[in-house]
């Protein structure tokens, strides 16, 4: 088998973001270095608490989780507990986790794994605001060139936004991190809105994750059925896009996706387009192509490998 491919999870769970964690868990292909908690879906005590439930549910308490970044670099925090409920992850009954969380900030820990492993070997997987990555960003440029790419779920531009008619919540809770890390210079692959309402949760789908009769099997079921009735009320489908799991998904099997490789620029100057992905998808404007920008995903081949994976836990 191929070396394993080092990542770092970079999260604000969130069911989708505790989804992606148990389908990393569960793939050799990946080694996880450590999970980094970022404020977000809700607040930081309750991001880094659900990551640890989380690895603790995969069965898996050994794995690193390190909290960061309280609040956005300029904006107020904004969280969405209307669509994930107030602990972030309602739906199962997790207990709280016995694992410890680790003492070293989150971005400590990124800026020291980059810095000791070897140059072009780590992926950062960022599946929430990007605080946490542009603040290690701007603390040590060093790591720039040591950084095998960034996989971020994040942005829309055909389907617009989701928190408002611009801006995705991600981006939009962090703009101004959003803008360090697409200008960087690092590889980078978007998975927007575009391509993650194109993964469903269907009720046949979510009966999959449920047949598999195991504790994390039943547990994303759970988890699915309370944050899809969001999505199902506002846009009227059977499910709800399945956005961070893709992250996970991508770095298995990058044939489930196609995009285009275009430039990519946050908005940070107008509060009524504040977070939005300007998308360069037909190539009118000379600006450089720093993003490669995933817009459709064979959603039954994604929905087949998740369903695998969090069956081997």
Partial sequence: MPESRKIVIDTDPGQDDAVAILVALASPELEVLGITAVAGNVPLTLTEKNARKICELAGRPEVKVFAGATHPMVRSLVTAENVHGKTGLNGPELPEPEMALQAQHAVDFILETLMREESGSVTL???????????????????????????????????????????????????????????????????PLDCTHKALTTSKRVEAFRKLGTRPGVATAEMLEFFE?????????DGGPLHDPCVIAYLLKPELFSG??????VEIASELTMGMTVADWWGVCDRPKNVTYMRDVDHEGLFGLLVERIGRL
Avoid at 159 to 184: M, S
Avoid at 229 to 237: A, H, I, L, Q, V
Avoid at 260 to 265: K, W
């Fill in 125 to 191: 997987c960022a599946l929430g605001p990007l605080t946490n990555i542009a603040l290690a960003l701007e603390r040590e440029p060093k790591i720039v060139p040591r950084i095998r790419e960034i996989v971020l779920m994040g942005g829309g531009f055909f389907e617009g936004g989701n928190v408002t008619p611009a801006a995705e919540f991600n981006i939009h809770v962090d703009p101004h991190a959003a803008d360090v890390v697409l200008r960087a210079g690092i590889p980078t692959v978007m998975i």
């Fill in 229 to 237: 009735r969001f999505d199902e009320n506002k846009y009227g489908t």
């Fill in 260 to 265: 285009r490789h275009i430039n990519v620029t």
